[in-house]
């Protein structure tokens, strides 16, 4: 049973390009989340997904910064115009559909360059 | 809100001897859950130990058990027998509704040989 997956797991753009961020979730888990960790700080909550729902996405920048979780195909996470400080690790994680379970599982993360 | 303190930036041990991490969390819930995560060089997430708070049992998972101090709320980790693989960051992590999970700022821990 696979891990989530993210791609590509490094990812250099200058600034003013677009960055597309992927993550696949563990096999039989609907529910996606994506953090940002930039150096030497903890992860921070960005957006939280269901299958073509944005359900929280409260830690997401107002501009530059869109998700998805479509019905088919990994969720993306997109930034438009990056800026040097967009430079970080990107961790996706997932969790089951059903029960309680609280545990997320996360992806290798994707470490983003702007120059 | 729920808020978690990891106040140990950096910790230190010797092979083969017990290192514990502190951590401690701010929440007015009464049902929730408590993580410690590694984070070694590569920068994956690897989960080392879970605990349901309504779980009075201390979790264990072989060398890594946790204190969990319900009352105090507090949640540390003890690694026993370390490893040199052990070096990492540690993070301890706060999930209530699922809806996301907060961490700590994180414990780096040097192994020494």
């Known amino acids: 049973n696979a891990g989530v997956m993210q791609n590509p797991r490094h990812l250099v753009r200058r600034r003013g390009q677009e960055a597309r961020l992927r993550c696949s979730p563990m096999k039989g888990h609907s529910h996606v989340y994506w953090y940002r960790q930039l150096p030497e700080e903890g992860l921070k909550f960005m957006v939280y997904l269901q299958k073509e729902n944005i359900i929280d996405e409260s830690g997401m920048p107002k501009e530059r910064f869109s998700a998805e979780f479509p019905k088919e195909g990994p969720s993306i996470l997109r930034i438009q115009q990056v800026v040097r400080g967009d430079s970080a690790a990107y961790f996706c994680?997932?969790?089951?559909?059903?029960?309680?379970?609280?545990?997320?599982?996360f992806g290798p993360g994707t470490r983003l360059l702007v120059l | 809100a729920q808020t978690v303190t990891q106040s140990q930036p950096e910790m230190s041990v010797q092979e083969a001897e017990t290192v514990t991490l502190s951590c401690t969390y701010d929440?007015?819930?009464?049902?929730?859950?408590l993580f410690w995560y590694k984070q070694p060089p590569s920068r994956q997430m690897i989960l080392v130990i879970r605990q349901e708070a309504y779980k009075q049992q201390n979790a264990t998972e072989n060398r890594f058990s946790v204190n969990f101090q319900k009352a105090a709320k507090s949640f540390s980790l003890k690694i026993s027998d370390s490893q040199l693989g052990d070096a990492a960051m540690y993070f301890c992590?706060?999930?209530?509704?699922?809806?996301?999970?907060?961490f700590g700022a994180g414990t780096r821990l040097t192994v020494k040989p």
């Open positions: 929440t007015s819930e009464s049902d929730y859950y």
């Open positions: 992590a706060f999930s209530y509704n699922n809806n996301d999970m907060r």
């Open positions: 994680a997932s969790s089951p559909m059903e029960g309680r379970e609280e545990t997320q599982y």
